[in-house]
């Protein structure tokens, strides 16, 4: 075996050790790059979940604030009503003192209605039913008086059910304003949460981003390498040709001498009419003669 041949031989030897070193590094690199790209998803998860939790923390705040607001408006506008009513019942007051009056307008309605309803359906003697008449008369002498306490009480009865109304609907913005409270605070919460997890990740998943790195240098150098290598191949691989060809062309040339020889004795032999061999007839059928 020849040195060129020997060198083109080791050379192989040392790509095919190469190869496997190559093969066996990037599985491993794969290995370290697929769980990056795990980590990279997860964060990106993470990261988007963080986004919707801010969002919709940031929206139920809105709501808590309209909600808060529209609470103090209608308390606000409830705290007005209760003062209109302080003075209606002052007037009130002071309108009873005035004229005297010892019965609820209400009640002195219900009386005449009561002794007109009787008037009307019993069988009366008409000295009664006079007597009744003239009670109904002093009702409604006693009623027109009270007139003016009665639109009070009714503005009274009125401003009462409108302050119900309003603190029905100021508790239900106070409720809104709770829930919607609570679920903002539970979405801050898990933002705070999500924020925390992804800076505790730095230090766990530094190993992986370490190993991408060093096995990527390490693919870097091994195909470094390899290159170098299939470039001394194919440097020892022409030498090595060139030899092989010389050789070739060495032994055509030789043959080609020997056959020369061959067909100069072989002519020698045809100009002295020598008896010819069957290794002169043959080359006396190749060559044509």
Do not use: C
């Not at 031989?9 to 769980?35: A, G, M, P, V, Y």
């Not at 993470?46 to 940031?58: A, F, G, I, P």
């Not at 009366?124 to 002093?138: A, D, N, P, T």
Request: charged share 45%; glycine share 2%.
């Amino acid at each position: 075996m020849t040195d060129a041949k020997v060198e083109v031989t080791q050379i192989k030897i040392r790509i095919n050790e190469l190869r496997k070193e190559l093969l066996s590094i990037n599985e491993e690199r794969k290995k370290w790059s697929d769980k990056k790209r795990d980590i990279y998803n997860s964060i990106s998860t993470s990261v988007k979940t963080l986004k919707e939790h801010r969002q919709k923390r940031n929206s139920l705040t809105k709501q808590v604030r309209k909600s808060k607001k529209e609470r103090d408006d209608l308390n606000a506008k409830i705290k007005t009503l209760i003062e209109e009513i302080k003075k209606l019942n002052s007037n009130k007051s002071s309108f009873v003192k005035e004229h005297s009056i010892k019965e609820d307008p209400k009640k002195i309605r219900e009386n005449i209605d009561a002794l007109e309803f009787k008037i009307e359906t019993e069988a009366l003697s008409f000295e009664k039913e006079k007597q009744m008449m003239k009670l109904i008369h002093e009702k409604q002498k006693l009623l027109k008086e009270a007139k003016g306490l009665t639109e009070v009480v009714d503005n009274i009865s009125k401003l009462s059910r409108e302050i119900d109304d309003l603190k029905k609907k100021a508790k239900e913005k106070h409720d809104a304003m709770q829930k919607h409270a609570k679920d903002s605070q539970d979405h801050h919460e898990k933002m705070i949460n999500l924020s925390e997890g992804l800076k505790n990740r730095n230090e766990k998943d530094k190993e992986t981003y370490d190993k991408v790195v060093e096995y990527q240098a390490k693919v870097d150098t091994v195909n470094a390498e390899l290159e170098k290598h299939l470039l001394v191949l194919k440097q020892a691989t022409e030498k090595y040709m060139k030899v092989v060809n010389k050789k070739k062309a060495d032994k055509k040339k030789k043959i080609e001498e020997v056959l020369k020889e061959k067909d100069e004795a072989v002519e020698e032999k045809i100009k002295k009419g020598k008896k010819l061999t069957t290794q002169d007839l043959l080359v006396f059928q190749r060559k044509g003669l």
